[in-house]
């Protein structure tokens, strides 16, 4: 292995490794090589490699003059993209699917080819999954299960790669199951209808570097698709902070390159420490702007089913990141009904289904994700129930403003939103909402203010404190104060 050239086309690493490159020099490079290689096995001749140099270099030489001659960035200058994918139809369409489909990936998981032996100990759990489709209470594994099988009963391709990704790291997925006997391997999601879409998942090696660039570089060469890569913890991800930041949030304003990669990010605070807990949300939304990714948080299992058909079937081509659960998928609070799969959309706000006189609420309490149901516990156990209101922001960015707006009106009462999160006040989606959510909501709803305040853990260096009675100490804290009086001397926002 060796570099042929230097840093640029103006460096000349002779200068300081002068007997290495006289070796370099007299190789002959790897394209002229491989070329004699197919030629010599038959492959193709040499006609065919002449037409394929010449028709190369005729292209590097286009797109150079095209380049050259227009006064303006090119908005899409398509040589560096695929065919133009099917057109999408949520706008139209909407997300929910019918019952039909629900029973049709229900069936699949309880389905075997005969002689197969399911685990003892996976059997019951596909059993319940089958059951809660199509009578409830559904979960988070379960509702993405669906949003999968319902886009590739569509005729859309799905593919998931991460590690452990198969079985899910924890133990809630079973996109594959595992021959107890044979030791083979059986994908209920194959298996639905005879015109279905392809599905592709797979346990890939511990490199996320590795794997994210080349899910984002088949996100860009498939964009039918719904490519997902996801992190066995959130935090695994900065492993591929170059692909995220050279790629996936930039490549549309760089090259104008789109892609629909999907980056599923297990986060959450349960007192697993600096390493298990946050998949740097406070990044992201550094990264975030002119729209060029999507940031979501979604705190129910039919939010994230349709956040993921959204994805794939609506209008805006981008990126998406998801910052997934981890106590939350066995959270007896956070489940949906097959009611809410067969109807319904996505909806970047959620407000407070609980709160049934809106001038009884004196305060609101505004967060993302699993911290929702750590409120409303606390709330009960406050003895706050229709005082105080919980809303929450499915999607971080873009801002969903006008949304968030349509909420916030229902409460007259109201001078004061309290921003809740479970991480420390330096991270997560603090210092991005204190920046922007200000603004955006005087942008829509300018006749109205609100006082803006922070429920947080302390500044801390790190993501997390390393001790799990410390965690549980910060815990108790967090709800405390977010049902205690803010300080009236606050700045309106």
């Known amino acids: 292995c060796y570099r042929r050239r230097g840093h640029n086309e103006g460096d000349d690493p002779s200068f300081t490794q002068p007997r290495m490159y006289d070796l370099i020099e007299k190789k002959r490079s790897v394209r002229k090589l491989y070329t004699e290689a197919l030629i010599g096995r038959g492959d193709i001749t040499v006609e065919d490699a002449e037409k394929v140099m010449t028709r190369f270099q005729q292209r590097l030489e286009s797109v150079f003059k095209e380049v050259r001659g227009t006064r303006q960035p090119p908005r899409d200058l398509g040589y560096s993209r695929v065919p133009a994918y099917p057109k999408k139809s949520a706008a139209k369409q909407g997300t929910a699917i019918s019952m039909e489909a629900l029973k049709k990936v229900a069936d699949a998981h309880t389905t075997f080819p005969q002689g197969f032996t399911v685990h003892p100990k996976v059997m019951p759990q596909l059993q319940r999954r089958a059951a809660a489709i199509t009578q409830g209470p559904i979960d988070w594994a379960t509702a993405e299960i669906l949003a999968f099988g319902s886009l590739l009963l569509e005729g859309r391709t799905v593919r998931l790669t991460g590690q452990d990704t198969r079985r899910g790291t924890f133990v809630q997925r079973f996109a594959s199951i595992v021959d107890r006997k044979t030791g083979e391997s059986w994908v209920p999601l194959k298996h639905l209808d005879e015109d279905q879409g392809k599905f592709h998942v797979f346990d890939s090696l511990l490199s996320e570097y590795a794997v994210m660039g080349f899910e984002y570089g088949y996100s860009v060469a498939s964009p039918e698709a719904l490519v997902l890569w996801e992190a066995q913890f959130g935090d695994f991800a900065n492993g591929a902070q170059t692909v995220i930041d050279e790629f996936i949030t930039s490549g549309q304003a760089k090259w104008t390159q789109q892609s629909g990669v999907v980056l599923l990010l297990p986060h959450g605070y349960e007192g697993q420490g600096p390493d298990h807990s946050s998949a740097r949300l406070e990044r992201f939304l550094q990264l975030a702007a002119e729209g060029a990714i999507t940031i979501t948080q979604p705190s129910t299992p039919a939010s ?83 005082q105080v209101a919980i809303i929450a922001m499915e999607r971080l960015y873009p801002v969903p403003a006008k949304d968030l707006a349509k909420q916030l009106k229902r409460f007259d009462r109201v001078e004061e939103v309290q921003w809740v999160q479970d991480e420390p006040a330096n991270q997560g989606a603090w210092p991005f909402m204190a920046l922007n959510l200000p603004a955006r909501l005087a942008e829509v709803e300018p006749s109205r203010t609100w006082r803006l305040t922070k429920v947080t853990r302390p500044e801390s260096s790190a993501p997390s404190v390393g001790s799990a009675s410390v965690h549980l100490q910060q815990q108790r804290a967090l709800m405390e104060a977010a049902f205690k009086p803010t300080d009236p001397g606050q700045q309106p926002m």
């Not at 489940?335 to 407070?352: I, R």
């Open 304 to 386: 994230h089913f349709h956040m993921l058909r959204q994805q794939a079937l609506g209008e805006l081509h981008r990126p998406l990141v998801v910052m997934t659960p981890k106590s939350m998928l066995r959270n007896k609070l956070a489940v949906s009904e097959p009611a809410d799969f067969t109807q319904g959309s996505w909806k970047p706000v959620l407000g407070d289904p609980t709160i049934e006189d809106p001038s009884q609420v004196t305060s609101v309490l505004l967060c993302s994700g699993k911290i929702r149901w750590d409120l409303v516990n606390a709330r009960s156990q406050a003895g706050k129930d229709g």
